[in-house]
């Protein structure tokens, strides 16, 4: 495995000084984590004692110790980081979205999903239940989260804000996208002038108040 191939999240909490650390190496699949205070890593296994549902990863989301990840069955796996091993939670408050992109012929499109509550996670194809509207909120994809639109800053609600199409497995080439996709609408706004800087990669984020 090469260093060339390492990727990695990091979330920190600038109150405590907490953080975690989740790196895999891509695409041969190894998954680890490091927390405040831990003196090595712990791997996080993603086929071994797995259902089968929620074995492998196609995306990772990192939320205070909380680690979402998009399995390549089309579900999503919650694990819990605050420990010394990383434990699945079955239960969580709100709703996970999982989100599913394509790009034809330069036209990029997104549909919305979210969990099954009576699927079978040994079986290979989950039951999944389409969502068309997230509302008066608007979905940060890159960060995973969901925020109440604003106006005031510029957040237009029923909207996915994104700046890549796939952000843990590595791909190359690699085009930049930076946009904003309208669900009710189905339409899409791209910001050129801020591609044009020739970013390697780009984020799009929420000022703090």
């Not at 990863?57 to 999503?76: G, N, P």
């Not at 979205?97 to 997104?110: A, G, M, P, Q």
Request: glycine fraction near 4%; proline fraction near 5%; charge should be negative.
């Amino acid at each position: 495995m090469k260093t060339d191939n390492l990727r990695g999240l990091l979330w920190v909490d600038e109150k405590t000084e907490d953080f975690v650390v989740v790196w895999f190496f891509d695409p041969v699949g190894y998954l680890f984590f490091c927390k405040k205070g831990d003196t090595h890593y712990t791997f996080i296994p993603l086929y071994d004692d797995v259902p089968k549902l929620l074995s492998g990863f196609s995306d990772l989301v990192l939320r205070c110790y909380r680690l979402y990840i998009a399995t390549t069955h089309r579900c999503v796996r919650v694990l819990d980081l605050s420990g010394h091993q990383a434990l699945p939670l079955q239960s969580i408050a709100g709703e996970v979205l999982l989100v599913e992109s394509t790009n034809f012929e330069n036209r990029r499109s997104f549909r919305l999903y979210k969990k099954d509550p009576n699927a079978d996670l040994n079986e290979y194809s989950p039951d999944l239940l389409e969502v068309d509207s997230v509302g008066d909120e608007a979905l940060l994809l890159d960060l995973g989260i969901i925020v109440p639109a604003n106006h005031t800053i510029g957040i237009k609600p029923n909207t996915i804000y994104f700046t890549r199409h796939d952000r843990a497995r590595l791909r190359i080439p690699f085009d930049l996208d930076i946009c904003v996709f309208n669900l009710a609408t189905n339409t899409l706004k791209r910001f050129p002038q801020l591609a044009g800087l020739n970013l390697k990669d780009a984020r799009w984020f929420l000022p703090f108040t």
